[in-house]
């Protein structure tokens, strides 16, 4: 179920304008041309020059129209131009905060590290809409996960926990499940908090929702090392290094919160070898 909700979220951003209602403009109004044209330019690979060229003339026919300054936004995010993503996504939530501020926040989390500015949005956005506040981009996070993590980066570590716990719960009543890295998350907080019982437990729960997730059991192995079981640390450090090869995080722009990497688990097996 989970697998298929990604998938949609993912063709949903994919296809946004080509799947979009232009009927709802009058017809031969600009915004109904606009609409036309930006559904004509989801039909080329984006951040092309068709594409972009197409994009460009929705937002000239008609500058009112949201998608069109989010989907110009998108290949300078992904190339690294943050300025100018900025400048055309900031008038993409003008337009339409309800339905952009969540992937403004999300991006601005995500790429950026802009922490203090997408809990702003997520804030924003949480006055807005009642309960679920949606996911990212690539679905695979509530958006309230990410606003948890907010608050933990700034130091709010119950507030953190509270977020994502809330989370948690509303991706349970809306049908959603639990994302794939939800207790993850909850565990490393509670991890943060030196209350290792309480990441142990979320980290049990984190198994079943990706049985060859390494960085889980690179979590375990540092539960066990803060209750000195240093056997059962290391069986589980050496567990997220066999994992590792395939089954890591390989998102090609983005260093995702409480992500493991290779050295992380080296180091750890090196320290309990070292120490006896």
């Known amino acids: 179920m989970r697998n298929i909700l990604i ?4 063709l949903g951003f994919q296809f946004l304008d080509a799947q979009r209602n232009c009927n709802m403009y009058p017809e031969g109004s600009p915004c109904r041309e606009a609409c036309e044209t930006g559904s004509l330019a989801s039909r080329y690979p984006q951040g092309s020059r068709k594409n972009m060229e197409l994009y460009t003339k929705a937002a000239q026919k008609c500058p009112s129209f949201a998608p069109a300054w989010e989907q110009l936004s998108v290949p300078y995010l992904k ?4 300025l100018n993503w900025k400048l055309m996504i900031d008038k993409a939530v003008a337009l339409d905060p309800m339905n952009i501020l969540g992937y403004r926040a999300a ?7 802009d922490v203090v500015s997408a809990l702003n949005d997520f804030e924003r956005l949480d006055s ?12 695979d996070y509530n958006l309230r996960i990410m606003k948890g993590l907010c608050y933990r980066d700034l130091g709010k570590l119950d507030k953190a926990i509270e977020e994502i716990r809330l989370a948690i719960e509303e991706g349970m009543k809306e049908g959603g499940g639990v994302g794939t890295y939800d207790y993850l998350h909850l565990g490393v907080s509670y991890l943060m908090k030196k209350d290792v ?3 142990f437990q979320y980290f049990t729960l984190q198994i079943p929702l990706y049985k060859n997730f390494p960085d889980t059991y690179y979590y375990l192995g540092l539960c066990y090392k803060a209750k000195n079981q240093m056997d059962l640390a290391k069986s589980n450090f050496e567990k ?28 750890e097996l090196s320290s309990l070898n070292t120490s006896n």
């Open 197 to 199: 019982d309480s990441a």
């Open 107 to 113: 991006c601005s989390y995500e790429f950026i590290h």
């Open 79 to 82: 190339r690294g131009d943050y």
């Open 7 to 10: 998938l949609f979220v993912l």
């Open 128 to 139: 807005l809409k009642s309960g679920h506040l949606g996911y990212n981009p690539n679905g």
């Open 240 to 267: 997220a290094k066999a994992l590792y090869p395939k089954n890591h995080r390989k998102d090609p722009y983005v260093h995702m919160p409480d992500q493991v990497y290779l050295s992380d688990i080296e180091e």
